[in-house]
């Protein structure tokens, strides 16, 4: 998989001066839950502009969740999102590589999943 290719134009920062978005698919290829063993996954992810100016929706088979864009810089990037049932919150470097967790309110639980995400073209 190609590696992310990040810039003002390719995906939205925490500052105004990157206030664009593309389309940005991830892959997750592995799924943890609490302290078990991890296991394979295949949870595919999209990431565009929200609505409203300065969300970013993630789209996923289940569901399509809004949240916020932050992050220091244009090589470490962060997604936030908060519903009645759980956070959300995805991290992704310049390389590609990402990582997604799911904190659920019921019970409490956490779900991880480890992967990568590209910009589409």
Do not use: N
């Not at 009645?84 to 590589?97: C, F, K, Q, R």
């Not at 990402?98 to 779900?111: D, E, I, K």
């Amino acid at each position: 998989m190609k590696a992310v290719v990040f810039s003002a134009t390719a995906l939205c920062a925490a500052t105004p001066a990157l206030a664009e978005w593309v389309t940005v698919a991830c892959s997750f290829k592995t799924q943890c839950y609490e302290a078990d063993a991890c296991d394979d996954a295949a949870l595919l992810v999209k990431l565009s502009a929200g609505d409203t100016p300065g969300t970013v929706q993630m789209r996923s088979p289940e569901e399509t969740v809004i949240g916020t864009p932050g992050g220091s810089d244009t090589t470490s990037l962060t997604w936030i999102a908060e519903t009645e049932t759980a956070v959300h919150l995805m991290s992704w470097g310049a390389d590609g590589s990402a990582r997604y967790s799911l904190h659920l309110t019921l019970g409490p639980a956490v779900v991880s999943y480890l992967g990568s995400c590209e910009a589409e073209k």
